[in-house]
């Protein structure tokens, strides 16, 4: 069993930047970022294996990037500019295979809220 804990969520203005924290119990093969709105269904942000390889949906591409540390077992997602439509709660997910859509993860944290005010 994976344990997953988000932090760092907040909220902020149009343009200001933010870094979401998962700190997790142990990796699996894919550590990824998904995100939910109010009334939407929930959409993959971005994801990295175990090699390093990182796949971006088009939301992200430019502002948002991925990182992990496996000496503190902690998944990061720098977000820079946001803006309001990126207002959601941010999930950090793990999974045995990649692939950005929410069916393809196995573990789940509770979720980081992230409010962007125009």
């Known amino acids: 069993q994976v344990h997953l804990v988000e932090s760092g969520g907040g909220s902020v203005q149009a343009g200001e930047s933010l870094t979401l924290s998962c700190k997790f119990s142990?990796?699996?093969?894919?550590m990824g970022w998904f995100r939910q709105a109010p009334g939407k269904e929930r959409e993959g942000v971005m994801e990295?294996?175990?090699?390093?390889?990182?796949t971006t949906e088009d939301l992200a591409k430019g502002r948002f990037s991925i990182s992990k540390d496996t000496a503190t077992n902690t998944l990061y997602l720098n977000m820079t500019n946001l803006k309001p439509e990126d207002t959601a709660m941010y999930y950090c997910?793990?999974?045995?295979?990649?692939?950005?859509?929410?069916?393809?993860?196995?573990?789940w944290g509770q979720g980081t809220q992230v409010t962007v005010s125009p």
């Open positions: 997910a793990a999974s045995r295979i990649c692939g950005m859509w929410p069916e393809a993860y196995d573990a």
């Open positions: 142990r990796s699996l093969y894919c």
């Open positions: 990295i294996d175990t090699d390093g390889t990182i």
